[in-house]
T-cell receptor, first 111, second 112 residues
């Protein structure tokens, strides 16, 4: 069966510090991978998606970047965090046109 | 603009009641629609996926219907239980490789 792992689960970082959130998927190959952000009281906003290694599409201009160094690994990064980057970050995967599966999420608080 | 709306934003019902959650989308040419459950501070769990050619999907006490012509989907929960308390989100995809567009969710509270 397929599983998705996301870490760290909780993170408190000062403004201006770097960020790295990691996500890996097991039990499938060549998945579509996604990073979403869910701000308090708001819906999910798609940040990045990837259909293959090195192929990253950005949905919104922002202070964040994503990379896919391996088939089943997706990394969300920032060089310098802003207060507005605080939120709940969710990694997800799917096969083409199929159900999308989410990780447990990472709580980021920028102070 | 393709938008997904969920009404109501919050709902509180007594245990045992049957209930309906609503989802509407502005562009009816969808590829599929998915309902999710989110517990506080957790990720999303997929409940039901309805392809554009389907009218409904059922899983246990859950039944999701799709009416593309009116741009609506409903999630029916039978005999609600306190354990059903969570936020329910619907999301629409407009093509096979496209992104999911989420509604804001309905926060459901089932009182014992």
């Amino acid at each position: 069966s397929q599983t998705i792992h996301q870490w760290p689960a909780t993170l408190v970082q000062p403004v201006g510090s770097p960020l790295s959130l990691e996500c890996t998927v097991e039990g499938t190959s060549n998945p579509n991978l996604y990073w979403y952000r869910q701000a308090a009281g708001r819906g999910l906003q798609l940040l990045f998606y990837s259909v293959g290694i090195g192929q990253i599409s950005s949905e919104v201009p922002q202070n964040l970047s994503a990379s896919r160094p391996q088939d089943r690994q997706f990394i969300l990064s920032s060089k310098k965090l802003l207060l507005s980057d605080s939120g709940f970050y969710l990694c997800a995967w799917s096969r083409q046109g199929d159900t999308i599966y989410f990780g447990e999420g990472s709580w980021l608080t920028v102070v | 603009k393709q938008e997904v709306t969920q009404i109501p934003a919050a709902l509180s019902v007594p245990e045992g009641e049957n209930l309906v959650l609503n989802c509407s989308f502005t562009d009816s040419a969808i590829y599929n629609l998915q309902w999710f459950r989110q517990d506080p501070g957790k990720g999303l769990t997929s409940l039901l996926l309805i392809q554009s050619s389907q009218r409904e999907q059922t899983s246990g006490r859950l039944n999701a219907s799709l009416d593309k012509s009116s741009g609506r989907s409903t999630l029916y929960i039978a005999a609600s239980q306190p354990g059903d308390s969570a936020t329910y989100l619907c999301a629409v995809k407009y093509n096979q490789g496209g992104k999911l567009i989420f509604g804001q969710g309905t926060e459901l509270s089932v009182k014992p």
